[in-house]
């Protein structure tokens, strides 16, 4: 397939169809005809608009990341450590997934240095108030970054390197190094999770002092550090109206049905309420972007109106009539559970992490306004989203569990005396840390 090359400014300069592989035209891909020479286009990977360009496709490439440019000084008296490719707006130096610690350390009185040692070491603390507590530790690297039997004379400036270990080994099987987290859930039980990383550098010294009995001193330097790998769906979710988008993409789509049971011993007989409920398909879902779905409420109008509290519920004997007619409640919100095995046992909290906001969609014109016996509809749409507290995604570990599900939670008008039954269903989902496409998708000349 041949495709017409675009007009280049008037020249004897012309290219060929093959590009560099940065974008950029090669030295062989010019033909020059004389000795006059015209500008090469310039290239770029996002499209500009007000030039009438626009993306065709678009497939963002897992973990590619555009690198802070950055530094984060630490500062003591005769000691000061810059952190490199770091963002200048965060107080803690934060790696991701295959990220390497780099950087510099500036010394005072450097003659006198015998040694530089570097650690980074990473623990969880588990506790439970039914399990007890598990302290385990999941990485210890140690480089030696100095070291004056070898290398003679310290110098004032001494660069370090280490690669952020993205797996740990624990009862013979590797696991996938967990992201920085710490949560305390008061109650019954208690749980504290804490994982944290912290880097050391130890600087050993020699003593210069006359009457110290000790030849060298060491002081340690700590920072802690956090680990953030990035995440992101397989593919993007619809943020359309979920009607609008049925009959173009189903598959982009996902149903469950759950049933409202009548109460057994109901002074007044009603059939069940079926609610479907429907998300993206995918089921994976950013942590900052909203995650749209639907609800309907099927069954006959004498069931939904029961649902709802708008019938007066009959009166028993010898008892008074209840003054205060209670609505509905239809609640949609995301939970988090934490599930912790300690000592061979067991323990787990479910916390509540998001919640979302309904919007009744009115009928359509054709739909079916007859009698008490047909099967009418009722219809919502709307969106969740995590709270701006939580900054970590699900994951999985050798002792540590996190897990999110979407609940969905329905609760009858007058809930003591309805024919129905409250009725709550979680949906497992995950939790991730970026959206499918990227924030920044303009071009620079276009912002």
């Not at 040694?115 to 385990?136: A, H, P, Y």
């Not at 099927?298 to 519920?313: A, I, T």
Request: charged residues 20%; contains cysteine.
């Amino acid at each position: 397939m041949s495709v017409a090359l675009p007009p280049y400014s008037p020249g004897d300069c012309y290219m060929t169809s093959r590009v560099g592989a940065l974008g950029s035209p090669s030295s062989e891909d010019y033909i020059t005809g004389s000795t006059s020479r015209s500008p090469a286009p310039s290239y770029a990977a996002l499209p500009r608009t007000r030039c009438g360009e626009s993306t065709v496709e678009y497939t963002p490439r897992a973990g590619l990341q555009e690198t802070p440019l950055g530094n984060l000084t630490k500062q003591w008296r005769d000691v000061t450590i810059i952190f490199k490719n770091q963002d200048d707006s965060l107080d803690t130096p934060t790696y991701g997934r295959n990220s390497s610690i780099c950087g510099e350390i500036g010394l005072e009185n450097s003659e006198t240095v015998k040694t530089i040692c570097l650690k980074l070491e990473g623990r969880i603390n588990l506790s439970s108030s039914d399990c007890g507590s598990l302290v385990q530790k999941i990485v210890d690297e140690r480089r030696t970054l100095f070291d004056c039997a070898k290398s003679g004379r310290c110098p004032s400036v001494v660069g370090f390197a280490l690669v952020f270990p993205t797996t740990y080994e624990d009862n013979e099987k590797i696991y996938r190094t967990p992201p920085s987290y710490e949560i305390v859930c008061h109650g019954s039980p208690l749980i504290v999770v804490k994982c944290t990383y912290r880097l050391s550098i130890t600087i050993t010294k020699a003593n210069r002092g006359r009457l110290s009995f000790r030849k060298t001193t060491s002081k340690t330097y700590p920072i802690h550090v956090a680990f953030r790998p990035r995440t992101r769906p397989a593919r993007p979710i619809l943020q359309d109206a979920f009607l609008s988008t049925l009959k173009v993409a189903p598959s982009e789509w996902h149903q469950m049905v759950v049933t409202i049971p009548q109460r057994r011993k109901a002074t007044v007989a009603v059939e069940p309420v079926s609610c479907h409920l429907i998300i993206p398909s995918v089921q994976t879902f950013c942590l900052s972007e909203p995650i749209p779905f639907h609800i309907q409420l099927c069954g006959s109008q004498e069931s939904l109106q029961h649902f709802y509290g708008s019938v007066p519920e009959p009166v028993l004997p010898g008892k008074r009539p209840r003054r205060r007619q209670y609505a509905a409640r239809i609640r949609v919100f995301l939970a988090r559970q934490i599930y912790l095995e300690i000592n061979g046992r067991q323990s787990w909290r479910t916390i509540t992490v998001g919640e979302g906001t309904l919007r009744p969609i009115p009928p359509l014109e054709s739909a079916h306004p007859d009698a008490d016996a047909a099967e009418v509809s009722v219809d919502w749409e709307g969106e969740v989203r995590c709270k701006s507290d939580v900054t970590c995604g699900s994951f999985s570990i050798s002792r540590l569990v996190v897990k999110d599900f979407m609940i969905f939670a329905l609760t009858p008008g007058n809930v003591r005396t309805s024919s129905l039954l409250p009725i709550q269903h979680a949906h497992p989902i995950r939790l991730v840390t970026d959206g499918w496409t990227d924030q920044e998708l303009a071009h620079p000349q276009d912002r």
